[in-house]
């Protein structure tokens, strides 16, 4: 029996080395994918194939990430249209936040919260201008999701009414993906309150203009007078 404690507990670090191991693995395959998601999403240009705009398609793309980056670009921007920059954020955060050794706790919370978050976003960017449908999807704000939630708000809510479910369903998924800065946001809030005669204080020094310091008025000292 004591011979197999000992091997069992040298082989209890081996098991932990290769959970951080594979800990850091999946850290650094989101940072990359999000890193690529966002120089696609940055560089990304209409004319890029996928699209159809021009034919023969365009050879050499446009794109800084080259031919994935434009067909990446083009997918996230087909189905999520805008509500695609704000997934990337959350994703970029939790990558920063695995990346100084923190994990995301409920993450199927925080998913959902994102999800929502996306969602809401794309239609809202819809709603703004409901009578613009582009020809390519992915040349639009809303994108499928975004126009497919749309109408279906305006059909059976109106446009103030859609409206008024937007910002509830931003304000659940904001709290489902974020809820410790949401629920800190008041802290804050009373702080900032409280300390309001500083803060204007500040401002106002900000503000007015800083005397320049010239010869002229610089003090004279009894000594240079001597000399």
């Known amino acids: 029996k004591t011979q ?4 069992s507990d040298l082989a209890e670090p081996h098991r932990f080395a290769g959970g951080k191991f ?3 693995c999946l850290v650094l395959c989101l940072t990359g994918a999000v890193a690529l998601a966002w120089l696609s999403l940055l560089t990304y240009s209409s004319t890029d ?4 705009l021009l034919s023969p398609p365009k050879s050499p793309v446009s794109n800084a990430a080259g031919s ?3 067909h990446l670009a083009y997918t996230l921007r087909h189905y999520l249209g805008g509500g695609a920059y704000m997934g990337l954020g959350f994703a970029t955060f939790a990558a920063v936040v695995m990346m100084f050794g923190g994990s995301v706790r409920e993450w199927r919370w ?3 919260g994102v999800i929502l978050l996306v969602t809401a976003t794309s239609a809202a960017l819809f709603l703004l201008d409901p009578n613009r449908v582009a020809d390519d999807y992915a040349s639009g704000p809303s994108g499928v999701i975004g126009l497919a939630t749309g109408r279906f708000l305006l059909v059976r809510f109106a446009p103030i009414g859609s409206w008024v479910m937007l910002i509830i369903a931003l304000c659940i998924g904001l709290m489902l993906a974020a809820d410790n ?3 800190s946001l008041p802290h804050y809030g009373r702080k900032a309150w409280d300390k309001r005669s500083e803060i204007t204080q500040v401002v106002a020094a900000l ?3 800083t005397p320049i310091r010239t ?10 007078i001597a000399s």
Not at 4 to 7: G, L
Not at 49 to 52: N, S
């Open 4 to 7: 197999r404690n000992k091997s």
């Open 22 to 24: 594979a800990k850091y």
């Open 49 to 52: 194939p996928p699209a159809t």
């Open 68 to 70: 994935v980056g434009a």
């Open 110 to 112: 925080r998913l959902a």
């Open 181 to 183: 800065f949401v629920l």
């Open 207 to 209: 503000k007015s203009p």
């Open 215 to 224: 010869a002229a008025n610089l003090p004279v000292s009894p000594r240079s």
